[in-house]
């Protein structure tokens, strides 16, 4: 009986606080958080933009908003495959490992309040194909947004 009421409180832990070292690599695919609770149908108060750099096939992605926010995860995408990988990430990011790349995705690291994110990364050789940055950014565990699109680039 005493097993259960810990299983209990553990899972009910996860749900209030999320995952507060990062997305993990299930959410590789939709970008949903496994927070288990749905996300948020309005619309995001948080901006996802991505701007090439004067270093060729790099871009700067940015998460900001009004009010801080306590995760993230940001994929840049051909279509529905990840691809590229970010480099040099701050001291509060992780790298993630999604579809058949290293470093394809970038989490948080820690859940402390953030209210700016900026992240550099690199595309593949020779890519001749559009990107598009996706976030899911979560103001806290209950309360996310996914799959929010920044600007589309062409390389």
Request: aromatic letters at 6%; hydrophobic letters at 35%.
């Amino acid at each position: 009986m005493l097993a259960l009421k810990v299983a209990v409180l553990v899972s009910a832990a996860c749900l209030v606080h999320g995952y507060g070292s990062g997305a993990p690599p299930d959410a590789c695919g939709d970008m949903i958080p496994q927070h288990h609770t749905d996300p948020q149908n309005s619309a995001s108060p948080y901006q996802i933009r991505s701007a090439k750099t004067k270093t060729p096939g790099q871009v700067i992605v940015t998460i900001k908003g009004p009010e801080t926010f306590k995760g993230f995860m940001v994929q840049c995408r051909v279509g529905n495959v990840p691809v590229g990988k970010f480099i040099n990430p701050p001291s509060n990011v992780k790298l993630v490992d999604c579809g058949d790349g290293k470093g394809t995705a970038a989490t948080h690291n820690d859940k402390s309040d953030k209210k700016e994110i900026v992240l550099t990364w690199k595309a593949p050789p020779n890519l001749k194909e559009s990107v598009t940055c996706l976030a899911t950014v979560a103001k806290n565990g209950g309360v996310f947004w996914v799959n929010q699109k920044a600007n589309t680039l062409t390389f």
